[in-house]
């Protein structure tokens, strides 16, 4: 077996997707199974090499890990020729600027989602990526959770018949930070700082929505401020800027329409943090992170609407669980696999810059949908 190393400069490594999902999970992870087997022979060796800004930050996590290459110098870091790979999870505000040094630095290019603050920003990196003849991706982790895998296998198996709406809860409640701490970063509550739940969620839902059930062709959306005011990291209160709850209609291609609640003032009446009903002429589903639930029309209920009576049946338990049947990894790392397989050996990859500005799209029509009280088509993007 011969090794290949592939080094990948990580970018915001100390926050909690990039340490977690993107360098324990993912990279590391892929080191302590040996590297990644390309079924040639050979295996590719991620080496990675920590980048941020607080120089005791970075040491700690590569102390902690025992990972030999740090720094603090992003343009020392782009300009080494030996690093073939520029991830990025910073927050949102940021990854834009440093995703075009490392485009111009030749890299290949992997980040977190959304790609940039606005459209315009996001195409622009799609199309500085494609004229530099660059390999790049965008994190779309969600199409990976077991949950919506076993979905996408009731539509491929045609369990649906005719797909009519998709019905998606998301959130749970984020604690304002006074009381009780805040269970996210305050930057996700600033406007202007990248953050607000449109712009966190919609890229999620829109290749949701585009790979399991057809574009999206149009947009409603409300969103809103529930709690206007939260204290950050430091115990400081501050104005709650960015929408924190939205509320969206998606008509799709192929005639089905989803709705689908996004809010971090919620509270979880759920079986998990998402889920997403889907009914169809032949059978409905809902699926959540990792688990997915079926009743088929020959098992559904005639419920007859009589209020003077108690329910006579539990619902919940007239549906039936979608088993496993095959071991699913963890979905950040399962993506970085076929990315890095892209890279080696050039095989297909479609969540490229281009896919990741059509979640910022939808974001931005979602915004304007609701400053402006009106529902949106969403153009399809080109370069
Ligand atoms: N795919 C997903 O499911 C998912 C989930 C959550 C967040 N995200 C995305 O990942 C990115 C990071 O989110 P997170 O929740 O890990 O955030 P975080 O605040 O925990 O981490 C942010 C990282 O960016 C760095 N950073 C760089 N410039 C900064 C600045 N000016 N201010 C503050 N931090 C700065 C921090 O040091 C840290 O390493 C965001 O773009 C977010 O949209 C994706």
Redesign the pocket.
Known sequence: MTRRTVRIAMN???????YRQHLVRSILSLREQGGLDLGDGSTLWPEPILL???EH?LRAVAERHGIEHWSTDLDAVLADPSVDIYFD???????EDALKAAIAAGKHIYC???TATSLDGALDLARRATAAGIKHGV?Q??LFLPGLLKLKRLIDGGFFGRILSVRGEFGYWVFEGDWQSAQ??S??YRAE??GGIVA?MFP?WEYLLHELFGRVRTVQALATTHIPQRWDEKGKPYDATADDAAYGVFELDGGAVAQINSSWAVRVNRDELVEFQVDGTHGSAVAGLRECRVQHRSATPKPVWNPDLPAGESFREQWQPVPDNADFGNGFKVQWELFLRHVALDEPWQWDLLAGARGVQLAELGLRSSAEGRRFEVPELAL
Not at 12 to 18: E, L, Q
Not at 89 to 95: E, F, G, I, K, L
């Open positions: 915001g490594v100390t926050g909690r997707m990039g941020g800004r607080r930050a999870s910073q927050v949102t505000a940021a990854r977190e989602k959304p994190v982790d969600k996210r970063p930057w996700n700082d990248g966190d999620h």
